[in-house]
Nanobody
Framework: QVQLVESGGGLVQAGGSLRLSCTAS????????MGWFRQAPGKEREFVAA????????YYADSVKGRFTISRDNAKNELYLQMNSLKPEDTAVYYC???????????WGQGTQVTVSS
């Protein structure tokens, strides 16, 4: 059973930065195209960013383009999301999983809470 574990969230003022991490137990992610997602209170989960297994292809939601950077370290079995210039509307629980264009997804982890104060 694959278990995804997200970490690195917290409370930050608008304009600040955070770096999220995702790792998996039970499976190496180095052959998976992976992504970050978020869910704000009262809203559906939405796509944030994705990266191919090699790191060679990356794409972002328009709302975070230019502010967030997705990356991965396959040797460490980790996925990252560097978030800069944070806005209050970025407040959400952030999750990692496979690229939404993949034909499969792993069970969702607990996510990590990001709260941006104005």
């Amino acid at each position: 059973q694959v278990q995804l574990v997200e970490s690195g969230g917290g409370l930050v003022q608008a304009g600040g930065s955070l770096r999220l991490s995702c790792t998996a137990s039970g499976r190496a992610l180095n052959s998976d195209n992976m992504g970050w997602f978020r869910q704000a209170p009262g809203k559906e989960r939405e796509f944030v960013a994705a990266i191919s297994w090699s790191g060679g292809r990356i794409y972002y939601a328009d709302s975070v383009k230019g502010r967030f950077t997705i990356s991965r370290d396959n040797a460490k079995n980790e996925l990252y999301l560097q978030m800069n210039s944070l806005k209050p509307e970025d407040t959400a629980v952030y999750y990692c999983n496979t690229d939404p264009r993949s034909s499969y997804a792993y069970p969702w982890g607990q996510g990590t809470q990001v709260t941006v104060s104005s």
